[in-house]
């Protein structure tokens, strides 16, 4: 079956850097996404890797290994607005997104 | 503003009743979809759409129902709800066929079933 692994909550300090895993087994891969979710709110695009390395975007960067099936999301500089819930998707190879539960991330001052 | 608008915001109904779900964009995207979400899970496919005209069913398509008359409008359908239909619906739409595919999400619909 496939499946996406992700942390459930993690806890952070204002200001310091985070790191949220993915790992992920799918029939096929054609690319990973991140979402952002604020609580109550809907899922905002946050990155997009379909090729190994990492893709930076403000205080926001996003990592890929497909030979390990891997995925991180990293937060620098944390602000409390960045207090939310991380979606990371994968892409299979019939073009549909399989969605991992989401990590909780709780910003603290 | 463009974006997808759903509604009911919120509902409660009760078991047995039909409900039909409004979803309406105005990116004039191809792709559109209808997400179901509930704690500790990850956001499930109920149906898609990927061109007027024409639909498809997603992971969990039972007991919900779809129909793409034209581009903008995607109206999912419960035709007799039960309470594990209780949840939270997000509508979805996207370009297809290329790009990163990146999804662009209505505000929800939280659904309550007794």
């Known amino acids: 079956g496939q499946n996406i692994d992700q942390p459930t909550e993690m806890t952070a300090t204002e200001g310091a850097i985070v790191q949220i895993n993915c790992t992920y087994q799918?029939?096929?891969?054609?690319?990973l996404f991140w979402y952002q979710q604020h609580a109550g709110e809907a899922p905002t695009f946050l990155s997009y890797?379909?090729l190994d390395g990492l893709e930076e975007k403000g205080r926001f960067s996003s990592f890929l290994s497909r030979s390990k099936g891997y995925s991180y999301l990293l937060l620098k500089e944390l602000q409390m607005k960045d207090s939310a819930s991380y979606l990371c998707a994968v892409r299979d190879s019939n073009y549909q997104l399989i969605w991992g539960a989401g990590t909780k991330l709780i910003i603290k001052p | 503003i463009a974006g997808i608008t759903q509604a009911p915001t919120s509902q409660i109904l009760a078991a047995g009743r039909r409900m039909t779900l409004r979803c309406t964009q105005d990116?004039?995207?191809?792709?559109m979809y209808w997400y179901r979400q509930d704690l500790g899970l990850g956001l499930r496919l109920i149906h898609y759409?990927?061109?007027?005209?024409?639909?498809g069913k997603g992971e969990v398509p039972d007991g919900y129902s779809v129909s793409r008359a034209n581009t903008d409008d995607f109206p999912l359908t419960l035709a007799s709800a039960v309470p594990s239909q209780t949840s939270v619906y997000f509508c979805?739409?996207?370009?297809?066929?290329?790009?990163?595919?990146?999804?662009?999400f209505g505000e929800g619909s939280r659904l309550t079933v007794l």
């Open positions: 990116m004039r995207h191809n792709a």
């Open positions: 979805a739409s996207s370009e297809a066929g290329g790009g990163t595919g990146e999804l662009f």
């Open positions: 799918t029939s096929g891969f054609n690319g």
């Open positions: 890797n379909v």
């Open positions: 759409s990927n061109t007027a005209g024409t639909t």
